[in-house]
């Protein structure tokens, strides 16, 4: 039944991504959204690789306004970030989800290529909230308890929720893009949590419209003993693709990737991980 359900939803995606490729997009973003960052707006079925859980990913950017003589332009971002649980009988309890809306402003200008190996210079100024929760698929029905609730530092369930400002400033070229990034959380529930976390990453475009990115960030790690974060733990995203643009499904990517260090979920943000995943991103 899992293989069913990804059979599904892989053309349900494939349709709604052909009807769309049909016509120029109404809107779209002038930066470009980071391939292998997970916190990305994006629509996406990725199964992980020990086939216990799917990450199901539905949001988009879209800039409302722009300035095009000036480079500058302004948009909006949603998302939600699910991690369901996959089961027999055609199951897939959702374990946790996280919501994500903001507003964005972009910049971008060509370069000297006779200074630097690039054409554009670009960043994308961010500022949005983020919310975590813990879903039906977390709760232990026969023991009338929360899984894992004895390992989480505030009990289950809960209040997580932040608000921050994040900086992106790339370089890129036709085939490559590089970039730095910071984030400050202004707000935040638990307020136990570091303000600060860094950003690095790289994308290169190779043969037969197939990509290699990587994105790496330092994230607060928590210490239990001292009941707070103390200090920073590298996360790495690296991602691997193929984009179906020989199909006419320029928007599509199959994309095979690997993640190790702190979950990008708001109510394991206590817990590392390591996993694979193979599915199928959608770019809007």
Partial sequence: MRKS????????????SASSATAEPVLRTQFSPLLADPLEPRIAILPRLDEKY??????????LFSLRNDGFAFGIDFATFSLLAMEDSFKFPVDTIDYLFGISCSWIQPVDKNSLPFDEVSARLRIAHISAHFEDGHYDKTSGKWIGEEKSPFGIPFTYSRE???????????????????????????????RHSFQAGIELATPGNTYLAADFKLLPEWDDKQAKTNGHRGTWNLQAG??????GLEN????????TGISRHGMYFYETESFGSLGLIVDL
């Fill in 54 to 63: 799917l990450q199901l990913d539905i949001g988009t950017s879209a800039d």
């Fill in 252 to 259: 599509v990517r199959i994309a095979c990737g690997y993640s």
């Fill in 242 to 247: 193929w984009r179906l643009a020989a199909v």
């Fill in 164 to 194: 921050f400002i994040n900086l992106v400033l790339a370089l890129s070229s036709d085939d490559s893009r590089v970039y730095l990034g910071y984030q400050y959380l202004f707000h935040t529930i638990p307020d136990e949590i570091g």
């Fill in 5 to 16: 359900f990804i059979s599904i939803s892989t053309m349900l995606i494939l349709f709604f």
